[in-house]
T-cell receptor
Framework: DTEVTQTPKHLVMGMTNKKSLKCEQH?????MYWYKQKAKKPPELMFV???????INESVPSRFSPECPNSSLLNLHLHALQPEDSALYLC??????????????FGAGTRLSVL | SQQGEEDPQALSIQEGENATMNCSYK?????LQWYRQNSGRGLVHLIL?????REKHSGRLRVTLDTSKKSSSLLITASRAADTASYFC??????????????FGPGTSLSVIP
C-alpha cells in the first residue's frame, strides 16, 4: 500500500470557521509533511513531522496548527483563515533514512477555498 | 529561498516527439528527484538520481545530473498525450536528518498534442 489519503477533497470555509484537514498513511513512514500549493506554482513546505515531533515550521502563521496524533495520522487545523490562504494543501510522507533525500509519497490534496 | 529552477516554464510538443526539461539548483544536495503532477492532483515521484550518478534511465525517462554545474535535465522520449502534466525537480539541502526539507523548482508545464 503506497497510498496517502487526504480528506476532505474539497473544503469551502468562511473566515471565522474552524476546520481540519486530515492525512493518513499506512506505509510505516515516520516523516510526514504539509505543503501549500497555489495555482501554477510549486508546492511550498509548511511543516515537517519526524517521529511524531514537529521538526520544521516554515514560519507558517498561527492560524494553521498542525498535529500528529500518531505515526499514521497528520492533521492540519485551520482557524480564522484569510482568502489568500485558498490553495491546494498537500500531505506527503517518506521513510526516515538520514543522509539521503527520500522519495515523498503525496496525497491527492485538499482544495481549500476561503470566502 | 528557491533551490531549484527550471526551464522552460511551458513546453508544447506533438505526440511522439521528445521533451527536455532542465533544472538548476544552488546548494549541495544528497540527490535530486523529478516529480509529475497532473492538473490539481498530488505529485507522483518519477525518478531519483544520486549526487554521485551522472545519468539514470527509467522506461521512457532519462535524467542527467551535472553537480559541477548544479543542473539536471529530464528527457521524456516518444511523448504521449498522457504525459501532459507539470514536472518539478526537487532537491534537499544535503541535511543528515531523518526527514527532508524538500524544495521544488518552479516546474515545467508540458502539453503533448495528439
Amino acid at each position: 500500500d503506497t497510498e496517502v489519503t487526504q480528506t476532505p477533497k474539497h473544503l469551502v470555509m468562511g473566515m471565522t470557521n474552524k476546520k481540519s484537514l486530515k492525512c493518513e498513511q499506512h506505509m510505516g513512514h515516520r516523516a510526514m509533511y504539509w505543503y501549500k500549493q497555489k495555482a501554477k506554482k510549486p508546492p511550498e513546505l509548511m511543516f515537517v513531522y519526524s517521529y511524531e515531533k514537529l521538526s520544521i515550521n516554515e514560519s507558517v502563521p498561527s492560524r494553521f496548527s498542525p498535529e500528529c496524533p500518531n505515526s499514521s495520522l497528520l492533521n492540519l487545523h485551520l482557524h480564522a483563515l484569510q482568502p489568500e490562504d485558498s490553495a491546494l494543501y498537500l500531505c506527503a510522507s517518506s521513510r526516515p533514512i538520514a543522509g539521503a533525500m527520500n522519495i515523498q509519497y503525496f496525497g491527492a490534496g485538499t482544495r481549500l477555498s476561503v470566502l | 529561498s528557491q533551490q531549484g529552477e527550471e526551464d522552460p516554464q511551458a513546453l508544447s510538443i506533438q505526440e511522439g516527439e521528445n521533451a527536455t526539461m532542465n533544472c538548476s539548483y544552488k546548494t549541495s544536495i544528497n540527490n535530486l528527484q523529478w516529480y509529475r503532477q497532473n492538473s490539481g492532483r498530488g505529485l507522483v515521484h518519477l525518478i531519483l538520481i544520486r549526487s554521485n550518478e551522472r545519468e539514470k534511465h527509467s522506461g521512457r525517462l532519462r535524467v542527467t545530473l551535472d553537480t559541477s554545474k548544479k543542473s539536471s535535465s529530464l528527457l521524456i522520449t516518444a511523448s504521449r498525450a498522457a504525459d501532459t502534466a507539470s514536472y518539478f525537480c526537487a532537491t534537499d539541502e544535503g541535511m543528515k536528518t531523518s526527514y527532508d526539507k524538500v524544495i521544488f523548482g518552479p516546474g515545467t508545464s508540458l502539453s503533448v498534442i495528439p
